[in-house]
């Protein structure tokens, strides 16, 4: 619910998820993608729910994380 942009917020729950996000773009967010990567690379052909899944988590980081993390050469073959 923090990184999503589909949920209406008054200003104070606006400005807590801002300082959480930051966080998250200075720890454990490297992580994160790479834990995306992973269940991309292991599970498109033996678990496709889970692909899905993975995705839409994706499409809700992708609108505030930096976009270089999954539109480079290492991401882009396994969504296309």
Not at 10 to 24: L, P, Y
Not at 32 to 55: E, G, M, N, Y
Not at 65 to 75: A, G, H, K, T, Y
Request: aromatic share 10%; with cysteine.
């Amino acid at each position: 619910e923090i990184v999503s942009f589909n949920v209406h917020r008054m200003a104070h729950e606006i400005e807590h998820n801002t300082v959480i996000k930051d966080s998250m773009r200075n720890g454990p967010l490297t992580q994160i993608v790479d834990c995306w990567f992973s269940i991309l690379l292991h599970c498109r052909t033996s678990k496709p729910a889970l692909v899905r899944q993975c995705l839409n988590v994706m499409s809700e980081y992708l609108g505030w994380i930096d976009i270089s993390f999954c539109v480079n050469d290492r991401f882009m073959p396994m969504i296309f």
